[in-house]
């Protein structure tokens, strides 16, 4: 029996964050959380990708996938419930699409979307009570990226 996990070291590792714009100030927490979280693994090898809203974050990590310059990308954005069908569409599309990126292409996508029905449930996620879902992410695509390196 072989048992195979990532480990969580981020020396020489790349990444690119993917972020949305849309509903900045907690965006930008989920940001800090996530560069945070690459620097006190030992990664300073990152970029940062701003884009509209989270229903454009699909294609550029998928672009930023294929480029072959980096070992995981991480999606952030924050999704807000309105009173119209639009939260419903856009999450829905932002899931599926992040989730295609990394089955398409084999680089490990991460999601550090967060998807609420208020303002204060997206405060609660983005570095309070609920912890920080950037950083989450970024952990995950730390030990995505070695786990991918290991199978090969
Ligand atoms: C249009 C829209 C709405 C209503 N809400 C959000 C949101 O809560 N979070 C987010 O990241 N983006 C939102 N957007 C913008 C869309 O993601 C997209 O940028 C626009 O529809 C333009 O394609």
Request: with cysteine; net charge negative; glycine share 14%.
């Amino acid at each position: 029996m072989a048992l195979i996990e990532g480990n969580l070291m981020g020396q020489g590792l790349r990444f690119a964050i993917v972020q949305a714009r849309w509903n900045d100030l907690m965006g930008n927490r989920l940001l800090e959380g996530a560069e945070d979280c690459l620097k006190r693994h030992g990664c300073d090898q990152y970029d940062v990708v701003k884009v509209p809203g989270s229903f454009e974050i699909p294609l550029i990590a998928k672009k930023l996938a294929l480029s072959g310059k980096y070992d995981a990308i991480i999606c952030l954005g924050v999704l807000i419930r309105g009173g119209t069908l639009h939260f419903e569409l856009i999450a829905g599309q932002t899931t599926n699409g992040i989730s295609a990126v990394g089955l398409e292409t084999g680089v490990p996508v991460t999601f550090g979307v967060i998807t609420c029905d208020s303002l204060e449930q997206a405060m609660e996620r983005s570095g309070s009570k609920a912890g920080n879902k950037g950083a989450e992410a970024a952990l995950a695509a730390i030990e995505m990226a070695n786990l991918v390196k290991q199978i090969g």
